[in-house]
């Protein structure tokens, strides 16, 4: 069984940084495509960066030079430092796990506030 355990998040004011992670179990890490994704009320979940094995990450053009996506295989865990938060940034975010043979899984969340 995968579970995806998340910690990190909070209330922040506009400009500061929070950090994110998530720890991993239940499957083989270094071979799994990680990531994350956030969704604000109202809105659809969308991409906020992804880590795949390829070791090439991707991000939202909204979080690009403000975020930064990172791994440790050994630890089964991936995180997300996030710096110069924005309000537009406030949403749940959630842990994107997609194993060896294309199962996707999905962190329990946690609220990110950003205020102005």
């Known amino acids: 069984q995968v579970q995806l355990v998340e910690s990190g998040g909070g209330l922040v004011q506009a400009g500061g940084s929070l950090s994110l992670s998530c720890a991993a179990s239940?499957?083989?890490?270094?071979?799994?495509?990680t990531g994350w994704y956030r969704q604000a009320p109202g809105k659809q979940r969308e991409l906020v960066a992804l880590f795949p094995t390829s070791g090439i990450t991707n991000y939202a053009n909204s979080v690009k030079g403000r975020f930064t996506v990172s791994r440790d295989n050994a630890k089964n865990t991936v995180y997300l430092q996030m710096n110069a938060l924005k309000p537009e940034d406030t949403a749940v975010y959630y842990c994107?796990?997609?194993?060896?043979?294309?199962?996707?899984?999905w962190g329990q969340g946690t609220q990110v506030t950003v205020s102005s």
């Open positions: 239940g499957t083989a890490f270094s071979f799994a495509n």
């Open positions: 994107y796990l997609e194993t060896w043979d294309k199962r996707q899984f």
